[in-house]
């Protein structure tokens, strides 16, 4: 059981490229999505789905793109990287909402 | 902006001690979690407490919830070193279907051997 599982660990991008971060889990959950962790801010809800198919924008969406095909699967997009969007990115997944997320070990992107 | 906000943002106590987290939000909410993050981790959860809630244990920790106040409290009583991570809480707002999961900025907890 490999719970959450996010690619690549490490990236680093020119300005104005674009890219997918990875995510899938195994657990059969529901609800799966997406953070940003910047220094001193916690964590920014970016995207969230609560099930294949249906998607919406957390706190943070404007430059991001996210689609949710299958239960596991739910990749972000960056359209077109920016130094702003320099952070660590994390994906999660739970069952439903009433229950706790399960983590990835996160993406250290860095936008040159 | 965040629904949750951690106190203290950063709290250093030696082993043994019990260390209390607070954390405060806005809206009504139909969760609170608390999660744990080791440095250069995914976060860890720990506990959920429900609205209709009022204290609930797991092991060490001792979550509470007065909705009335719009706050809750972790407590870890005889604090080890495995405990030095940064702990967050995270609210279901009710406003918007308890589908999202809010955090806050997290309290920085350091146990001194």
């Known amino acids: 059981n490999a719970g959450v599982t996010q690619t690549p660990k490490f990236q680093v991008l020119k300005t104005g490229q674009s890219m997918t971060l990875q995510c899938a889990q195994d657990?059969?959950?529901?609800?799966m999505s997406w953070y940003r962790q910047d220094p001193g801010m916690g964590l920014r809800l970016i995207h969230y789905?609560?099930?294949?198919?249906?998607?919406d924008q957390g706190e943070v969406p404007n430059g991001y793109n996210v689609s949710r095909s299958t239960t596991e699967d739910f990749p972000l997009r960056l359209l077109s990287a920016a130094p702003s969007q320099t952070s660590v990115y994390f994906c999660a997944s739970r069952r439903g909402r009433e229950d706790g997320y399960t983590f990835g070990s996160g993406t250290r992107l860095t936008v040159v | 902006s965040q629904q949750g906000e951690e106190d203290p943002q950063a709290l250093s106590i030696q082993e043994g001690e019990n260390a209390t987290m607070n954390c405060s939000y806005k809206t009504s909410i139909n969760n609170l979690q608390w999660y744990r993050q080791n440095s250069g981790r995914g976060l860890v959860h720990l506990i959920l407490?429900?609205?209709?809630?009022r204290e609930k244990h797991s092991g060490r920790l001792r979550v509470t919830l007065d909705t009335s106040k719009k706050s809750s409290s972790l407590l870890i009583t005889a604090s080890r070193a495995a405990d030095t991570a940064s702990y967050f809480c995270?609210?279901?707002?009710?406003?918007?279907?308890?589908?999202?999961?809010?955090f806050g900025q997290g309290t920085r907890l350091t146990i001194n051997p």
């Open positions: 407490i429900r609205s209709n809630e």
């Open positions: 657990m059969n959950h529901e609800y």
């Open positions: 789905s609560v099930g294949a198919g249906i998607t």
């Open positions: 995270a609210t279901a707002p009710k406003r918007q279907g308890a589908q999202k999961l809010v």
